[in-house]
């Protein structure tokens, strides 16, 4: 059972470059999300997903976009990269539509440098 | 979701019990309080959560205070592998489709 794996684990683009993070989940989980880092931060959510099919925008999502094709892969685009998305990347997944709150399982990042 | 306040840093010695504390003053009577540890830039780790009970599991336990107003997260055997940032997140039920909101987290060192 991997959990949640995240694809690459490290990524340098040039400024203007594009990109997707890919993340799988075998976990048959209905949520799925994804989170940026910066140094000293807190996680912010970008954008989520509560199903296949399904998106939505969270805290931050200007300059990404996501699919949700298949139930257990959520992917993030960067269209045209900028060095403002220099973070760390988590994936998150958790179980959905059921009466009591579940915890998160979170990937081990994506590390993406923008020069 | 309510807002947090937790201690920026705290230190505890190996074996000791780590006691961290988290005020959310302002929660709702539908909200869990949910505590994650992120070590060294991996990606969160859940530990537990609860809505009034206190709560134990194999990693730590969670008392919340009658009011709800504050909780505290023991680990009560620390060891150095401990040594994590710890984040208090309140979250509501229902629509809120697990969507977390991470503050700064408490910084906790555990000393040889």
């Known amino acids: 059972n991997a959990g949640v794996t995240q694809t690459p684990k490290f990524r340098v683009l040039k400024t203007g470059q594009s990109m997707t993070l890919l993340c799988a989940q075998d976990m048959n989980h209905e949520y799925m999300y994804w989170y940026r880092q910066d140094p000293g931060m807190g996680l912010r959510l970008i954008h989520y997903s509560v199903g296949e099919g399904t998106t939505a925008k969270g805290e931050v999502p200007d300059g990404y976009n996501v699919s949700r094709l298949k139930k257990q892969n959520f992917l993030l685009g960067l269209e045209s990269a900028a060095p403002s998305q220099t973070s760390v990347y988590f994936c998150?997944?958790?179980?959905?539509?059921?009466?009591?709150?579940?915890?998160?399982?979170f990937g081990q990042g994506t590390r993406l440098t923008v020069v | 979701d309510a807002k947090t306040t937790q201690p920026t840093s705290m230190d505890c010695a190996e074996g000791r019990a780590a006691n961290l504390p988290c005020n959310h003053s302002t929660i709702s009577g539908n909200e869990y309080v949910y505590w994650y540890r992120q070590i060294h830039s991996q990606g969160p780790q859940y530990i537990i959560h609860?809505?009034?009970n206190n709560e134990t599991n194999e990693m730590a336990s969670l008392i919340i205070t009658e009011d709800r107003k504050s909780s505290t997260l023991i680990l009560p055997h620390a060891t150095l592998r401990d040594t994590a940032v710890y984040y208090c997140?309140?979250?509501?039920?229902?629509?809120?489709?697990?969507?977390?909101?991470f503050g700064q987290g408490t910084i906790l060192t555990v000393h040889p």
């Open positions: 998150a997944s958790s179980y959905g539509r059921t009466a009591r709150n579940t915890e998160a399982f």
């Open positions: 997140i309140v979250k509501a039920g229902g629509t809120s489709y697990g969507k977390l909101t």
């Open positions: 609860g809505l009034k």
